[in-house]
């Protein structure tokens, strides 16, 4: 490893350090499996209607430890996946939930444009999904940490890093052939309470979890082309 600069980097502790051990592909290879990857990827959809067949609990702990892996600010890890398998628990977070989304969709607190937007992915305020799955995992953001004689220890870029992680539970899960979507209701606040959790702690996303009904539908949608989300600075 290069010598340490205190000039450049005046706070760098340097510690122990071994060598990178990533993978290593041929240029072919590379191009096999950035195809193969893409096309896995871009069948994912976001699944509202799920089979009650059980899904075993490893799996959903495998895709935990996957998105454990995530890049965070500082190396911090700033979050926690809550991980709901009890039928009871289930139902109370569904009848929270829908509590919530009627008084979003019916009641005027969910703005009319933002309704229109997502009508055509045949949203609602039912959750009914969320009594049907097998598993239900909330990834809460540790917005600060804390230290063991309860001070706070400052979390920098949490949510940055928590939303990596979820981009990364959401791929893991669809590696293994389970869907998934991701379930915001607004405000969350009551999933702390619900759950437990400590203060420094905030809802984040609602994982459903499990198999798709046979008969499971998804909308007709387009993604943008790479031209459209790519681009270049000019010269």
Same mark, same amino acid.
């Given at each position: 490893?290069?010598? $340490?600069?205190? &000039? *450049? ?18 240029? +072919? ?5 950035? +195809?193969?990857?893409?096309?896995? #990827? &871009? ?26 892996? =995530?890049?965070?600010? =500082? $190396?911090?890890?700033? @979050? ?5 398998? &009890? ?8 009848? +929270? *939930? ?26 609602? @305020? ?8 097998? @598993? ?18 400052? $979390?920098?870029? =949490? ?5 990596? *992680?979820?981009? #990364? ?6 590696? #293994?052939?389970? =869907? ?7 405000? #969350? ?47």
């Amino acid at each position: 490893m290069a010598e $340490h600069d205190p &000039d *450049a980097y005046p706070y760098t502790d340097v510690g122990e350090y071994v060598p990178y051990a990533g993978p290593h592909f041929s240029e +072919a290879e590379s191009r096999e499996r950035a +195809a193969s990857f893409y096309q896995l #990827m &871009d069948s994912r959809r976001s699944v509202r209607q799920y089979s009650n067949r059980p899904v075993p609990r490893e799996l959903v702990e495998a895709a935990i430890a996957t998105a454990g892996t =995530a890049p965070s600010g =500082a $190396h911090q890890q700033p @979050w926690t996946f809550v991980l709901i398998g &009890d039928p009871e628990t289930k139902q109370l977070i569904r009848e +929270a *939930a829908e509590e919530e989304e009627r008084t979003n969709y019916l009641e005027g607190r969910m703005p009319e444009d933002w309704q229109r937007a997502i009508a055509r992915l045949g949203t609602g @305020w039912r959750k009914d999904y969320l009594g049907v799955v097998p @598993w239900i995992v909330v990834l809460f953001e540790q917005r600060f940490g804390l230290d063991d004689d309860g001070s706070r220890i400052k $979390h920098d870029y =949490a949510k940055e890093s928590v939303g990596i *992680a979820a981009g #990364m539970f959401i791929v893991a899960l669809h590696n #293994m052939g389970l =869907a998934t979507l991701t379930h915001t209701p607004s405000p #969350m606040a009551f999933l702390t309470k619900l759950l437990g959790r400590q203060s420094n702690e905030r809802p984040f996303v609602v994982f459903p979890i499990g198999y798709p009904a046979e008969d499971a539908v998804v909308p007709v949608l387009g993604r943008k082309s790479l031209e459209e989300i790519i681009s270049e600075p000019r010269p």
